[in-house]
């Protein structure tokens, strides 16, 4: 009797983990051609370690490096950044996710091959960091049609070739980061006329642009721009300018070459660095109004005085070191 009774009150219980398991298994979110996409993903990748959450028995919402959006279950976000036993190129597959708003394949330094083309199928993205991987041939012209683009960062790869001008078409873009790779040939003229209402900040150093910077670019007006880095040219003035808002300026390391006493330096200014150039003329003396944290004219062709005042002399002599005759602090008396 009491045994039985024993019995009776555990009923309910196994009813309960039945129903829990029921549950589980027929409450599965993930969208099916999604979830398909991402085993291919995972099989290009050649199965690492840190997509081992992502097990074909299970709802592929809850799996590791992935979002899915809460109202329609389809993935929106893949991020998978820092692993070394991750090995193989981006499949095509990836362009089979087309409610994907972020992809991010980042610091993965054994993910080699060209950038994927049938990236340009993501029509939602706004969010494209493929930075800090061994990704090698060109960028593809193609993406230029992900209309929704905010940031889009290719840094630290091996991509060579030229920028594609139609890059500039992205009507979305707010930051444009291509720096520490080997892309070659110029500036594309197009990048003058970013289509969106406000231009991107603009990182294309440490690759091997070279030739003149298009004086289209005298319309560009980011908040930063480094260009540091390149083999690039000529005149540089057109960053400069009254009614600019750039913040922070860096073209350190080119062949640059024009006369800063002509440039009108803008109110915004706080980070100038144009050291190995061959910038001439002199430092005007409307630079003590500027409020600047970092200045840098070293290695230039520069000449006469040091304006005295403002942040001028709160720089130390390798800011103004190397040039053809500048002089007063913190550099030596003028003569
Ligand atoms: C999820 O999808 C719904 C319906 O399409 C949409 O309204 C919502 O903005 C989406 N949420 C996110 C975070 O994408
Ligand atoms: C990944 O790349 C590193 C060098 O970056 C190398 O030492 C390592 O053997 C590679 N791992 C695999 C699994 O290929
Ligand atoms: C840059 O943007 C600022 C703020 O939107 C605007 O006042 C200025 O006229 C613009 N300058 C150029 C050169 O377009
Ligand atoms: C630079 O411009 C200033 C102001 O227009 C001018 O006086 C000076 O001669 C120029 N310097 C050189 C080296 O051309
Ligand atoms: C300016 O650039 C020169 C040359 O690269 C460098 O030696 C110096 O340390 C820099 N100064 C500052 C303040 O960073």
């Known amino acids: 009797m009491a045994s039985n ?4 009150s555990c ?10 398991f029921v549950t589980i298994s027929s409450a599965e979110l993930c969208n099916p051609n999604d979830k398909k996409v991402l085993l291919k993903i995972k099989k290009a990748f050649n199965n690492p370690y840190i997509l081992t959450s992502w097990d074909p028995q299970t709802d592929c919402c809850h799996w590791y490096c992935v979002k899915c959006n809460r109202t329609t279950h389809r993935i929106i976000s893949l991020t998978i950044f820092a692993d070394d036993r991750l090995t193989g190129q981006i499949p095509p597959e990836v362009g089979d996710l087309p409610f994907l708003q972020t992809l991010m394949l980042h610091k993965l330094p054994n993910l080699t091959g060209p950038i994927q083309p049938t990236i340009a199928k993501l029509r939602n993205l706004v969010f494209l960091d493929l930075s800090w991987n061994g990704l090698s041939g060109e960028i593809p012209d193609s993406l230029s049609t992900l209309k929704n683009l905010f940031i889009l960062t290719l840094s630290f790869n091996k991509l060579t070739g030229e920028i594609p001008s139609s890059l500039s078409e992205l009507p979305n873009l ?4 291509l720096d520490r790779n080997q892309l070659t040939g110029q500036i594309p003229e197009s990048f003058g006329y970013f289509s969106g209402e406000q231009a991107p900040d603009l990182i294309l150093s440490h690759n091997q642009l070279s030739g003149k910077i298009p004086s289209s670019l005298s319309r560009l007006n980011s908040t930063s721009i480094d260009l540091s880095r390149n083999k690039l ?3 540089a003035s057109m960053f400069f300018g009254a009614n600019k808002m750039i ?6 390391r080119n062949l640059l070459e024009f006369n800063l006493s002509e440039v009108v330096f803008p109110q915004s200014l706080t980070s100038l660095d144009l050291n190995h150039n061959k910038v001439y003329g002199g430092l005007p003396p409307v630079m003590t109004e500027l409020k600047l944290q970092y200045l840098n004219v070293s290695y230039n062709r520069l000449c006469g005085p040091i304006p005295v005042g403002g942040d001028m002399q709160s720089f130390d002599l390798y800011s ?3 040039n053809k005759c500048l002089c007063g602090a913190p550099l030596g008396d003028c003569k």
């Open 5 to 8: 009774l024993k019995k009776l």
């Open 11 to 20: 009923l309910p219980f196994f009813f309960l983990i039945f129903f829990f």
């Open 174 to 177: 707010g930051g444009l980061r």
């Open 233 to 235: 040219e000529g005149d």
């Open 247 to 252: 913040q922070i300026l860096d073209l350190s």
């Open 320 to 322: 103004y070191f190397h």
